[in-house]
């Protein structure tokens, strides 16, 4: 169970008590009805009724009043379950045919399965490596569908230890059924314990700062300000200016999370930050995957100062909590907080 | 049935109605509604396109403007005022119809489809000109600007859409034909003549159709210097 | 059994003979029939398939035939219901035989155009049917990028181009039918003395022309990407995938209400001759059809929840998919308030309606738990939403569908069918629909996920449920194939008007002749005045 279950269902169940009253109502007038005006003889002609204001009036203005609590309602449920807290702990997740990855920032690697703290707030960002897969743990009320080139995200909170449910959602060809699994909600002193017996080579961001250097990054994103490319260090949740020149639009701002540091290692040549070359950085399409590419935003996310940059991990150790997390909309945008400058 | 007294042209009888019709009113009425109806789902068609052209180009507004850079616009314009013209020649050719004058309806039907090809050879040579210039996609595209993946979407769009205009051309160009040798059997008279204007209704809707790939295709890289 | 006498007169039926003649007609009454030869050979192959599903789907395991096949099944059986069947059936059958005649005229605007639409129909069913023959498609009937344009392996091409062509048939009626309830009312016939089939019929009519070109050049742009490989959809490629979800649902979710309104139009005939009454507030219910037409142009993004669209958009879309609910509830309460103090028969049809009033309540209500942006994030892709649109599709639309033919049928072929086990048939079918249906909402609420060929054995038992109600489902489709084809030869004859109903379709003879009226009726009557009908239908 988790945070969402109790009022989920809450709402659920009052739902389903006012309708099925209404369509108890609606049968049981038919019936009722039908039963009691039975054609008598066939040359009968009942009392030729038009309508009556009234009643149609009663008619459209309830249900409007009740659809509109209902509206309200899911709308307070869903942003709740849309807008991660600033300081859940981070799970990546990455989806593909026909099997689910997920990765903690301690380094542990699970596949179909994610163990996770009870009593502590998670947020999955994920995403897949071929077509559009679906997030789901029936138990805990979230659901999420996984893009691939995009970063989307899910959290919850789980409240009560348990083996729960994982399946995939989204049609996603011949396996589509078998990509399924489990979500093991434990007491936090055992999930401390699984991590600790896990992960020898390390979490994701030292991973993430072996592939810096295996893939030449540091080369040129010198860290002392004066190389070909831009210090990465502090970029992580920071606000950059790019574009200009030739845009249609004028120069824009963008929030440097995890979607656009993805976009720059894989198409380098878009959302340029002003006044660097363009075309200098090669792009690594085809060189390197999902996992890695958030190995190394974990690295990256490293190198800005606390309380922003570093993944909030869910031992509670050295890492610290994370920056308010923007939510991913729409083909191009990184964040619905497109300009909103960074806060600690 | 209503029996409508009608003038006799040379030769051939005018026509009523058809049967399931109350009167060659309600007949006439009904063929202009249809094409009407028609062209609303031809808008929709389009503008399906239209509007998954618009998200693209929100998401890459550089690439393509300079995507659209590249598109001769000569051609392009002088496409557009050919074209314009022969929503001139078929307008009067429904004139010239509904005024029971075939041989001048004659000529301006020919004029339109003559236009309509040479519209047709022009988008065929700038075709050619894309696909040698390795800009057509699927057909070995290149490109050395920036964001090839937002140039490539221009051209996407620009082959389909285009290429679907000139599909409706190509068919409108059957049609014009159609009615030429109909004009030229003397079918069309004061009182029959609907099928030349409603004909005349879908060649404008594909003139402004071009006018607006004209403006989305041609017109957003002329700003940029260079 | 005594042999019932043959039908003498000439009408539409004995007119003109051969195979010829029918094929080349241009009467809409014979098109409607060719429609339903179609349409009801395409409804047993989509329920050959649902069969085939729910016999795998009685055990956990994918034991019965593959994950692939299962796939392949699912995808076909969406894809032959949804285009194939639903679409056209009422608007293509009863919506061709009865709106000329209910109006007063003697065909549709455009006979011709009607005759090339059920051949584009055919043609779209035959690449469909071959490209299910050759191997089968496996996308979904919802085709998502990037599986249909890059993944998928299947015969996404030629199924997309049988759907494509078939929307040309969609499109050339519904315009068919907007030219002529506009322009062909017989004299006096005006807008609100139309009845409310029409009124229904011209609403679907407005979407068939609206919203089909679009879904036309989104399957058109998937074939395209697929051939050309070049990334309109793909993001591997640039594109984007939820543009194919925005484009695909900008028609899809009007779609539906193209199977739904002309339901609701039939039903809204049945109550009223079956209660002999006026349907309650019949401007609102007009206008309601209307209402149901437009603002459901709005809503195609509550497929979208939890696709990663913006939460503001899913804010809009959600209001809205409430606001759309309100017509119809308007249309429940009114017929329920039309059997209030009516003189209501138990014949066939309005079981039916009755029915449909009954089942689309609950889909419609399950419907309010979609639109409702927190619930929906739970039962979205799963059996809830399967179940939610059963209810509405085949608990609303093909019971009014059964229901209008019974209804017309002594129009149609100049005879009665047999009453006792045409009651039996929808008995069954209430109680087979409902066996099947109603435990697929417990499995979506338990989180059992759709399109899956496996699942885990906890879910065992509702799926053995379902499937037993699907079994008793068939039976009630199949018995009135049956006795429906029985009693085209051998049922009683029937007077024009069995049912002393008053549109201007029951003035014609039972077959009708092949121009409807020797003469142009005239009206200066409303749609449902029994009052001023009630001498020439021997009432009161």
Same mark, same amino acid.
């Given at each position: 169970m988790s945070n969402f279950t109790a009022s989920y269902n809450l709402f659920f169940w009052i739902m389903a008590a006012v309708c099925g009253f209404v369509a108890a109502g609606i049968a049981f007038f038919l019936i009722l009805f039908a039963a009691r005006y039975h054609r008598r003889r066939e040359s009968e002609l009942p009392p030729q009724i038009q309508g009556n204001a009234i009643a149609e009036s009663l008619w459209i203005g309830i249900p409007f009043v009740l659809f509109m609590g209902m509206f309200a309602y899911g709308a307070k449920l869903y942003f709740d379950m849309r807008l991660p807290p600033a300081d859940a702990m981070e799970i990546y997740v990455v989806g593909k045919q026909w099997m689910w990855k997920t990765q903690h920032p301690e380094g542990e690697r699970e596949i179909n399965e994610l163990h996770i703290p009870v009593g502590r707030r998670v947020k999955l960002t994920m995403t897949s490596e071929d077509v559009i897969h679906s997030f789901f743990i029936p138990d805990f009320r979230v659901k999420q569908d996984v893009l691939p080139n995009r970063y989307t995200t899910l959290w919850f909170q789980a409240t009560k230890p348990g083996k729960y449910h994982l399946f995939c959602a989204e049609y996603c060809g011949a396996k589509h059924s078998g990509m399924i699994g489990w979500i093991y909600a434990m007491e936090p002193h055992e999930y401390q314990a699984w991590l600790e017996q896990g992960?020898?080579? #390390? #979490?994701m961001a030292s991973t993430g700062e072996k592939l810096f250097h295996q893939f030449q990054c540091a080369n040129c994103h010198h860290f002392d300000g004066r190389g070909p490319c831009p210090d990465l260090q502090g970029l992580y949740g920071s606000t950059v200016q790019i574009g200009g020149g030739t845009s249609v639009s004028g120069p824009t701002t963008v929030v440097a999370d995890e979607s656009y540091i993805r976009e720059k290692i894989l198409n380098?040549?878009?959302? !340029? !930050?002003?006044g660097w070359k363009e075309g200098y950085m090669p792009s690594f399409q085809g060189q390197i995957d999902e996992e890695q590419i958030l190995d190394l935003i974990a690295y990256i996310r490293a190198l800005s100062p606390a309380p922003g940059g570093a993944i909030a991990s869910g031992s509670g150790g050295a890492l610290q909590g994370a920056a308010p997390q923007p939510t991913i909309i729409g083909p191009e945008a990184t964040s619905i907080h497109n300009t909103a400058p960074y806060r600690p | 049935m209503a029996d409508n007294s009608s003038d006799v042209l040379p030769g051939r009888e005018a026509r009523a109605h058809l049967d399931h019709f109350a009167t060659a009113e309600q007949q006439r009425n009904t063929a202009m509604a249809g094409m009407w109806i028609f062209l609303v789902t031809e808008i929709m068609m389009f503008g399906g396109l239209f509007m998954a052209y618009a998200v693209y180009r929100l998401g890459h507004p550089q690439a393509f403007a300079s995507a659209s850079r590249d598109m001769n616009i000569v051609l392009g314009a002088v496409n557009t005022a050919i074209l314009i013209t022969s929503s001139f020649t078929m307008a009067l050719a429904a004139q010239a119809a509904e005024e029971g004058l075939l041989r001048p309806a004659k000529w301006l039907l020919a004029a339109t489809i003559l236009i309509g090809i040479v519209f047709l050879g022009i988008k065929f040579v700038e075709y050619y000109q894309h696909y040698r210039d390795h800009k057509a996609p699927g057909f070995g595209f290149q490109t050395n600007l920036p964001d090839p993946g937002g140039i490539q979407m221009f051209y996407i769009f620009y082959f389909a859409m285009t290429g679907l205009h000139a599909v409706h051309m190509i068919v409108g160009i059957g049609l014009l034909a159609a009615l030429l040798i109909m004009t030229e059997l003397g079918r069309f008279s004061r009182e029959y003549h609907s099928p030349v204007v409603i004909t005349g209704l879908y060649w404008g809707f594909v003139d402004i159709v071009w006018v607006f790939l004209f403006a989305i295709f041609y017109l957003p890289g002329l700003h940029l210097h260079g | 059994m005594i042999a019932a006498p043959e039908i003498t007169e000439r009408n539409y039926l004995t007119g003109k003979e051969g195979v010829l003649s029918w094929l080349l007609t241009t009467d809409h009454k014979r098109i409607g029939l060719l429609y339903v030869a179609s349409i009801t050979a395409f409804f047993f192959i989509g329920g050959l398939f649902a069969l085939l599903m729910r016999l795998e789907l009685?055990? %956990? %395991?994918?034991?019965?035939?593959s994950p692939e096949t299962y796939n392949k099944l699912f995808s076909m059986h969406g894809i032959i219901m949804v285009w194939f069947f639903l679409i056209p059936s009422i608007p293509a059958t009863l919506g061709n035989f009865v709106v000329p005649m209910m109006i007063g005229a003697r065909d549709l605007a455009f006979p011709k155009l009607n005759l090339a639409s059920w051949y584009l129909f055919n043609l779209g069913g035959i690449v469909t049917l071959y490209a299910i023959l050759r191997g089968g498609v496996d996308t979904g009937w919802t085709f998502y990028t990037p599986l249909s344009t890059t993944y998928s392996t299947t015969y996404v091409i030629a199924a997309a181009a049988g759907i494509f062509i078939s929307g040309f048939s969609s499109i050339l009626t519904g315009l068919n039918f907007i030219a002529t309830i506009h322009g062909m009312r017989c004299p006096g016939l005006t807008w609100f003395r139309l009845p409310l089939f029409i009124w229904g019929m011209y609403a679907s009519s407005l979407i068939f022309v609206i919203a089909t070109p679009v879904l036309a050049i989104t399957l058109l742009m998937v074939a395209v990407e697929r051939i050309f490989q070049v990334g309109i959809f793909d993001p591997a490629l640039g594109g984007d995938p939820l543009l194919f979800q925005h484009m695909f649902w900008f028609y899809s979710h009007p779609a539906v209400y193209i199977m739904v309104l002309p339901a609701m139009a039939v039903v809204s005939e049945l109550v009223s001759t079956f209660s002999r009454r006026p349907v309650f507030g019949y401007k609102a219910v007009a206008f309601s059809s209307l209402g149901i037409a437009l603002v459901?142009?709005?809503?195609?993004g509550h497929h979208m929840f939890v696709s990663g669209q913006s939460i503001y958009s899913a804010l809009a879309f959600s209001l809205l998919s409430y606001l759309v609910a309100i017509p119809s509830a308007i249309k429940v309460f009114n017929w329920t308030a039309t059997f209030y103090k009516g003189s209501i028969s138990w014949d066939t049809p309005m079981l039916y309606a009755i029915g449909f009033i009954g089942l689309f309540t609950i889909g419609g209500i399950t419907g309010l738990f979609l639109a409702a942006l927190g619930l929906d994030v739970h039962v979205t892709d799963t059996y809830f939403v399967v179940a939610h649109f059963h209810y509405i599709m085949v608990g609303g639309a093909v019971m009014a569908y059964l229901g209008g033919i019974h209804y017309w049928w002594p129009k149609i072929s100049g005879r009665m069918y047999p009453e006792g086990l045409a009651k039996l048939a929808a008995l069954t079918v209430f109680l087979g629909f409902n066996l099947t249906f109603f435990p697929q909402f417990i499995l979506g609420y338990l989180g059992m996920p759709r399109r899956y060929a496996a699942y885990p054995p906890e879910f065992q038992v509702l799926h053995v449920l379902s499937t037993a109600g699907a079994s008793i489902l068939g039976v009630g489709y199949v018995l009135p194939l049956c006795y429906l084809i029985w009693a085209w030869r051998y049922a009683p004859k029937a007077p024009p008007n069995p049912w002393r109903a008053t549109g201007l379709e029951w003035k014609t003879p039972s077959p009708p002749s092949v121009h409807n009226f020797d003469e142009t009726p005239v009206v200066n009557y409303g749609a449902y005045d029994y009052e001023a009908l009630k001498g020439e239908l021997g009432l009161g």
């Open positions: 992960a020898a080579e #390390g #979490g380098p040549r878009a959302k !340029v !930050v002003q | - | 009685l055990t %956990p %395991p994918s034991d019965l035939v459901g142009f709005l809503v195609w």
